[in-house]
């Protein structure tokens, strides 16, 4: 597959600033649609809002080749994907899979992506990975392994366990992203514990570096074992100031790499297209369909006076 996956044109901010922001997702933000909008369409309304959006169906089950090429045939050639890696293929299934499984998976998932491989559209595929997947030797190889599986497509890797940028391993994490390919998934998170991670703000790939927005919820963020925890862990909204702070560390970012793909994840009460907007707005950005992204209210009616 080479290179072919490699976008030809990127979309561009303010100073020339490539930095393209999107949402994880796209049914769950309702603000973006007109009522009655049917779930079919939502993808293609979705695309005239943001340049990129994160594919979260993929993580609970592996789509048919079909479903994604709809989804490419359906939308603008500007809307770029991030695919988020089943979760049976990273270990959130606990008891894990032997190697042969593992590589029937990753068979399957391929076949799913060629339709946004041939048509240039693949991002990359972020592989997740859980709290309890530790920084250690025996998780060292399997990702060595998962890359191999996966040659030839891009691949983003996001930890949620400490112990990988604690003291001294997180030079040797970075170092061991860069010698393997492994597209740097930088997070913005609670800092809860040793189930998440610290913003580590360093490119480990020339093409593009992942960051994902997940919210500052840190009394949620390990609730896992809470009935509405789906609800509370992604609650939270970005103020101004964290947005411009974030801007920043975008442009550094950029610097180092060519390109940056934001995903807010931060879905739980609605937030995250918004704050997606604002920090478009910040970079000086349209909308792809040439519109900024924070639409102003359309001035009231006037009623014009009959003077005859």
Not at 264 to 280: I, T, V
């Amino acid at each position: 597959m080479g290179q072919k996956w490699c976008r030809q044109e990127r979309v561009k901010g303010g100073a020339d600033v490539t930095i393209e922001i999107g949402l994880a997702g796209w049914g769950d933000h309702d603000d973006l649609y007109e009522a009655g909008t049917k779930p079919g369409d939502k993808l293609k309304v979705y695309g005239e809002h943001f340049p990129v959006v994160e594919v979260d169906s993929t993580f609970y089950a592996i789509q048919s080749r079909d479903r994604f090429a709809k989804w490419v045939q359906d939308t603008r050639d500007s809307l770029q994907f991030v695919v988020k890696a089943y979760g049976g293929m990273t270990g959130h299934q606990r008891g894990g899979s032997g190697k042969g499984e593992q590589g029937d998976m990753a068979e399957a998932f391929k076949r799913m992506l060629e339709p946004a491989i041939e048509s240039g559209r693949l991002t990359a595929v972020l592989f997740q990975y859980p709290p309890w997947f530790d920084c250690n030797s025996h998780h060292v190889k399997l990702l060595k392994y998962t890359k191999q599986r996966m040659e030839g497509i891009p691949c983003a890797l996001e930890f949620r366990h400490a112990s990988w940028f604690e003291g001294e391993m997180r030079e040797r994490t970075l170092a061991f992203m860069e010698e393997e390919g492994w597209i740097h998934g930088v997070c913005d998170e609670p800092q809860a514990g040793m189930g998440s991670i610290p913003t580590v703000l360093k490119a480990t790939t020339r093409d593009v570096t992942i960051v994902r927005m997940h919210g500052r919820n840190v009394a949620g963020w390990n609730a896992a074992s809470a009935p509405n925890w789906r609800e509370v862990r992604y609650l939270y909204r970005y103020s101004e100031a964290e947005l411009t702070e974030w801007r920043d560390k975008l442009i550094e970012l950029e610097r180092q790499c060519g390109r940056v793909c934001v995903i807010f994840n931060n879905n739980s009460g609605g937030d995250a297209a918004d704050n997606a907007k604002e920090l478009m707005e910040m970079l000086g950005q349209k909308r792809p369909d040439g519109s900024d992204p924070i639409a102003q209210p359309s001035p009231p009616d006037v009623e014009q006076l009959e003077l005859f």
